[in-house]
């Protein structure tokens, strides 16, 4: 009988590894195919203008995070009427802040161009950029009101309906992008897609997930619990967005447009396996590692390293096969325009190599330790930050891409520092993997100069 509850949460865990994976899979497949085609159709720098169009909104939305998400999947209580109508309203609510703090930003950017405040060749600069965030920005009011059974289903690791939902509303906004762009060859059409997509999302929430009913209401006793906890993740957040977007926000007052839109693509292709397993560790991984806390805490720190050398051995060979391949994968998949992504690839594989590693804030935070999380983000935005327009200044866009290659691995000492702190440390087990990269990268290398695809 003592068995059961661990058996029944491996077997829910690796079925919503298999919907996580595929649906990731999926959604990788169809942004690299749309990507592709839309390419074709549209100039590099309208991906300029859009890479920060999403760098805003994502930013407001982090800045604006109290993990909702997070609460309700590792409270005691985040399956309860009450605690769930709270946190929906919290949700919508926010979603109404972030459109108007967006149109804020974008008549503050009409504002310092005018001023001269904003140097006219940055993508900053750009007359079509203020109004692309003010329109893009009603996403976040229909996202608000998105079903609460997402993150219901997700504390359950009930992952198959959240899959489809998320599949099915990317692919109608990359079919609608495609079908409008064939005629109308502008940046509106990404746009478009963008919200096509996010109404698809919330109307399918709410009509293929059978759940609670959630409605507008407030208590103050699960809004204290969200806060106590969201505190610390409202800062992880906030560090996550200045990590993750940092580049694009720094490169982005240097290069043009088009070069932003070039670099836009790279960071899209080296992104592809990076989010993959992003979202596999915050979907499978973050509740399954809960569910273990909550019940059985001995037991976490086992399945923690059998996960990490699993994660580790297959991020290991991909940075590998892409360090060596990077510049042959772009000159396959796109036009001369964009060769120059090529190597930047190449560089942004090293990014891959640590992906595991940040599992360990994740670890924390799944036991109630969200202000760690927190320290080992900063550590990585201030390396970022201060070396990133330095590296830029003396090297030029060279030196800049290896500070963001190498970023990560600045916060793996950190990271090692708690995890040793709490008693869950095996050291040999962090770097047991690392060889694979090597072997990868030199077997890749070798085939590509023996079928004469490189010299």
Known sequence: MTNRPSSNLKKRAINSSFWVMGGQVGNQFLRLVSNLIMTRLLAPEMFGLM????????????????????????????????????????????????????????????????????????????????MLIAVTATTTIISGFNSINLQLLSRKL??????????????????????????????????????????????????????????FMFDRECWNEIFKFGKWVFIGSMLGFLLNSGDRIILA????????????????????????????????????????????????????????????????TAAGFIMASGSVIVSILYDER???????????????????????????????????????????VLFLFTLLPLSYHHFGLYGAILVIAFNQV?????????LKKEKLLILKREFAMVPLFFISYFATDFLLSFTGLII
């Open 51 to 130: 890479a920060m169009v999403f760098v805003f909104m994502y930013g407001i939305s982090m800045l604006s995070d109290i993990g909702l998400r997070a609460n309700i999947i590792q409270s005691k209580r985040g399956d309860t009427q009450l605690f769930l109508n709270t946190a929906w309203s919290v949700q919508v609510v926010r979603g109404f802040i972030l459109f108007i703090v967006l149109l804020i930003i974008s008549g503050v950017l009409v504002k310092m161009v005018d001023s001269g405040l904003i140097s006219g060749h940055s993508t900053y600069a750009n007359p079509q950029l203020p």
């Open 410 to 418: 600045v916060d793996i000492p950190v990271s090692f520092y708690y």
């Open 158 to 215: 009930q992952m198959a309906k959240v899959t489809v939902i998320e599949v099915v509303s990317q692919l109608t906004g990359i079919l609608t992008m495609i079908s409008i762009a064939i005629f109308w060859r502008e940046v509106w059409v990404l746009v478009i897609a963008a919200i096509v997509s996010a109404s698809v999302k919330l109307f399918l929430s709410h009509r293929l997930i059978e759940g609670v009913k959630t409605s």
């Open 338 to 380: 964009y060769y120059e992504a090529g190597w930047i690839l190449e560089l942004f594989s090293v990014s891959l190599l640590f992906i595991g590693y940040n599992m360990a804030g994740m670890f924390l935070m799944a036991r109630g330790d969200s202000k760690s999380y927190s320290v080992m983000i900063f550590v990585s």
């Open 253 to 316: 007052g240097y290069l043009s447009p088009e070069m932003l839109g070039i670099y836009s693509i790279a960071f899209l292709l080296a992104g592809a396996c990076r989010e993959l397993f992003k979202n596999l560790i915050n979907s499978v991984f973050f509740p399954a590692i809960s569910e273990i806390t909550r019940s059985d805490p001995e037991h976490a720190k086992s399945i923690y390293y059998k996960v990490r050398l699993r994660i580790d051995a297959i991020t290991m």
